[in-house]
C-alpha cells in the first residue's frame, strides 16, 4: 500500500518553528516532486510549496516565502518541512503530496496526499 505518512505537527508560540517530516511508504518516489499543503478551519486547502525530485528546485506561496524551507532525502523517502517565524495564520492541517511534476504539485493535481498533521500557533 502506498502511503505517505506525516509528523511532527503540534503546539507553538508565535515566533517559534516546527519541522514537519512525511515518509514515504509502498512506493519510491525519487522521481517525483513533492510539496506541502495545508488546510485551516472554514477554509480551503492551499498550496504551501514544493521541491523537486533532485532537490534542486523549490517554490513557494508568498506567505511563506522567506519562513519555510523544504528539504528531501531520497535515500531515506524523507520529504520535510521547516517552518521558521511561525505566525498565528499558519495555524492548519498540513498534508505532504507527490506528483510526477513541480507544476502538478504546485496546481493541486497531486497522485498521493497524506493523512495530514496539526500544527496550532498560538500568540
Known amino acids: 500500500q502506498v502511503q505517505l505518512v506525516e509528523s511532527g505537527g503540534g503546539l507553538v508560540q508565535a515566533g517559534g518553528s516546527l519541522r514537519l517530516s512525511c515518509a514515504a511508504a509502498?512506493?519510491?518516489?525519487?522521481?517525483?516532486?513533492m510539496g506541502w499543503f495545508r488546510q485551516a478551519p472554514g477554509k480551503e486547502r492551499e498550496f504551501v510549496g514544493v521541491?523537486?525530485?533532485?532537490?534542486?528546485?523549490?517554490y513557494f506561496a508568498d506567505s511563506v516565502k522567506g519562513r519555510f524551507t523544504i528539504s528531501r532525502d531520497n535515500a531515506k523517502g524523507a520529504v520535510y518541512l521547516q517552518m521558521n517565524s511561525l505566525k498565528r495564520e499558519d495555524t492548519a492541517v498540513y498534508y505532504c503530496?507527490?506528483?510526477?511534476?513541480?507544476?502538478?504539485?504546485?496546481?493541486?493535481?497531486?497522485?498521493?496526499w497524506g493523512q495530514g498533521t496539526q500544527v496550532t500557533v498560538s500568540s
Open positions: 503530496a507527490a506528483a510526477g511534476t513541480l507544476e502538478l504539485v504546485r496546481e493541486g493535481r497531486n497522485s498521493w
Open positions: 509502498g512506493r519510491s518516489f525519487r522521481f517525483d516532486a
Open positions: 521541491i523537486s525530485s533532485s532537490g534542486r528546485s523549490t
